[in-house]
T-cell receptor, first 116, second 114 residues
Framework: AQSVTQLGSHVSVSEGALVLLRCNYSSSVPPYLFWYVQYPNQGLQLLLK??????LVKGINGFEAEFKKSETSFHLTKPSAHMSDAAEYFCAVSLPGRGGYQKVTFGTGTKLQVIP | DTEVTQTPKHLVMGMTNKKSLKCEQH?????MYWYKQKAKKPPELMFV???????INESVPSRFSPECPNSSLLNLHLHALQPEDSALYLC?????????????FGPGTRLTVT
């Protein structure tokens, strides 16, 4: 079975500090992994995705994530936090399906707080 | 246009009411999804439509009835809901085929059942 685990339901960083949000996955097949961000009262927006092309994936808003098979991890980082980064972040894995759709399992989410 | 639109933004309904949520996308995606999201929780999959046919129903109560009239539209009909059904309802769409394709989400409908 495929699943993702996000360590830390809340993370607080100072403005300008490094952001590190942790995600570990479990998958019996090569995983396809995603990071989504959700701002208050909004839908989810894709930050970046891993599809086996490159282990270091760059996304929007200065975020990047590195796929480490040996550690079964896909942690999200940003060198310098901005106030606008305060949001809920979800790691997700796409499951194999029989039809022309993607069945996605989301992690429990990490709320990022940025302190001025 | 990479936008998924949802109407209404907010909905308050009584337990005996009938209402509908609407979702629309014009990206040519043939897979569309309904999710339910409770506060401080991840989205939970409810239904998946692929090529306008219902592919997944995650054991959702019959008081929720999905409909896909065409490849751009997705509706969720609501009837005799319970207060615990109050949540953010999210619609999403994706290209069909590969599981590497991401989902595009709408802004959601905030539903309150009184």
């Amino acid at each position: 079975a495929q699943s993702v685990t996000q360590l830390g339901s809340h993370v607080s960083v100072s403005e300008g500090a490094l952001v590190l949000l942790r995600c570990n996955y479990s998958s019996s097949v090569p995983p396809y992994l995603f990071w989504y961000v959700q701002y208050p009262n909004q839908g989810l927006q894709l930050l970046l995705k891993y599809t086996s092309a490159a282990t270091l994936v760059k996304g929007i808003n200065g975020f990047e994530a590195e796929f480490k098979k040996s550690e079964t991890s896909f942690h999200l980082t940003k060198p310098s936090a901005h106030m606008s980064d305060a949001a809920e972040y979800f790691c997700a894995v796409s499951l194999p399906g029989r039809g022309g759709y993607q069945k996605v399992t989301f992690g429990t989410g990490t709320k990022l707080q940025v302190i001025p | 246009d990479t936008e998924v639109t949802q109407t209404p933004k907010h909905l308050v309904m009584g337990m005996t009411n009938k209402k509908s949520l609407k979702c629309e996308q014009h990206m040519g995606h043939r897979a569309m999804y309904w999710y339910k999201q409770k506060a401080k929780k991840p989205p939970e999959l409810m239904f998946v439509y692929s090529y306008e046919k219902l592919s997944i129903n995650e054991s959702v109560p019959s008081r929720f009835s999905p409909e896909c009239p065409n490849s751009s539209l997705l509706n969720l009909h609501l009837h005799a809901l319970q207060p615990e059904d109050s949540a953010l309802y999210l619609c999403a769409s994706s290209q069909e085929g590969k599981r590497s394709y991401e989902q595009y989400f709408g802004p959601g409908t905030r539903l309150t059942v009184t």
